[in-house]
């Protein structure tokens, strides 16, 4: 796998790196399936893919233990560990030992390789000062639990450039791909990051998996440039060519999309003129298809109310996509219980507080619901 150093950091890092939000599940839908995370936890170090990203929330809270359960048998030294520090899962100052320590409990391991504040924004960035997160991490530091300190980023380039002069950070981890790089306003934040000498490691490359399996408009241009290329193979090479990305997370699911995402990147190049215009053929295609900007992360979730909100903005972009009249509406028919449909939205606005795209979320709802009941 290709290496490169994160900044000037002594820090070797491969270009691809197992984020585990989306592990494989058994047929219950909720557990961890431990046999097949292990599979690919394997193949990712025999690849030199040693890089792993897991969160406290994850897989409600098992994420850690299973990546840690999967790592034992390799030396410590061999794999960078990566965890994040919830601010929202800590009201007092006391609280973000608490969490630190399950958290090394959990991965089973004395330090981590990287610390990061996670999703940093402004709704709770005066909460992480309040609390001296910041300080907090580079005490873990100082003690030699944490290598490297830094945050994760969902908010403005506004609002970064605060962040990015409140403190002296060592790396950071933004949303990038080539879609949020105009409408999420990604290029802007890029330079500033650059500009700071913030290296940084990429989170939703291929958008929640929407830049995977893009419709035929947008396919097309990409086919007749590079017929052996997969639509993730694009979305990865583009996010590949920016120098001051030093790790592509992908939130790997099974061993087949671990393999291709390792042979994509194991020698990618920038893309040349020739692709760069096939892809704006294709994006100027996407550019034609309404669709919610939802990556799937389910930080709106739990609803109070009981509706399954990625459920409903997956079936929707799908429908958008291939216009599945019949299945989006038979399907959505079918959701159980009916608590999970749109139509049980009381907007109570929780959901909103936590979505890292700022989606008017009961707004899209409400409309969803009312064009999906309204199809042939």
């Not at 989170?203 to 419709?215: C, D, H, S, T, Y």
């Not at 939205?345 to 008017?360: F, L, N, T, V």
Request: contains cysteine.
């Amino acid at each position: 796998m290709q290496r490169r150093q994160l900044g000037n950091l002594e820090l070797s890092t491969p270009l691809l790196g197992f984020g585990t939000m989306r592990l494989p599940l058994q047929e219950d839908k909720k557990t961890v399936d431990f046999e097949r995370v292990q599979q690919m936890v394997d193949c990712a170090m025999e690849n030199g893919v040693n890089y792993f990203d897991t969160a406290y929330p994850y897989h409600d809270g098992t994420s850690e233990e299973n990546v840690g359960r999967a790592l034992a048998k390799y030396p410590r030294d061999s794999y960078i560990l990566v965890d994040k520090l919830p601010i929202w899962a800590c009201k007092e100052k006391e609280d973000m030992q608490k969490v630190f320590d399950t958290q090394l409990a959990r991965c089973g391991v004395d330090y981590f390789d990287i610390y990061l504040l996670h999703a940093v924004s402004h709704e709770n960035y005066d909460d992480a000062e309040r609390l001296g997160a910041y300080d907090f991490m580079r005490r873990m530091q100082a003690k030699g639990k944490v290598r490297h300190v830094g945050f994760s980023f969902h908010d403005s380039p506004a609002f970064l450039q605060r962040v990015l002069a409140s403190h002296q950070w060592d790396v950071a981890q933004m949303q990038l791909n080539y879609v949020d790089w105009s409408l999420q306003h990604a290029d802007e934040q890029y330079r500033l990051f650059t500009e700071a000498g913030v290296p940084l490691i990429v989170m939703e490359p291929v958008r929640g998996g929407f830049l995977a399996k893009l419709p035929e408009a947008a396919q097309a241009p990409l086919r007749a440039c590079q017929p052996d290329w997969s639509d993730a193979a694009w979305a990865l090479r583009w996010v590949a060519g920016h120098p001051n990305v030093r790790v592509i997370l992908s939130g790997m699911s099974d061993l087949a999309m671990m393999e291709e995402n390792i042979a994509t990147l194991k020698d990618a190049a920038p893309l040349a003129e020739e692709e760069e215009r096939a892809l704006a053929e294709s994006l100027d295609e996407l550019s034609k298809v309404t669709a919610v900007p939802c990556t799937g992360c389910r930080y709106c979730m739990p609803c109070p109310f009981g509706v399954d909100i990625p459920r409903i903005f997956a079936l929707y972009n799908d429908y958008k996509r291939h216009q599945n009249q019949f299945l989006v509406k038979s399907m959505y028919q079918r959701f159980t219980p009916a608590e999970n449909r749109a139509d049980q939205c009381r907007r109570c606005g929780a959901c909103m507080k936590h979505c890292p795209q700022h989606i008017e979320i009961p707004d899209r709802l409400a409309e969803i619901h009312a064009e999906i009941q309204g199809l042939e």
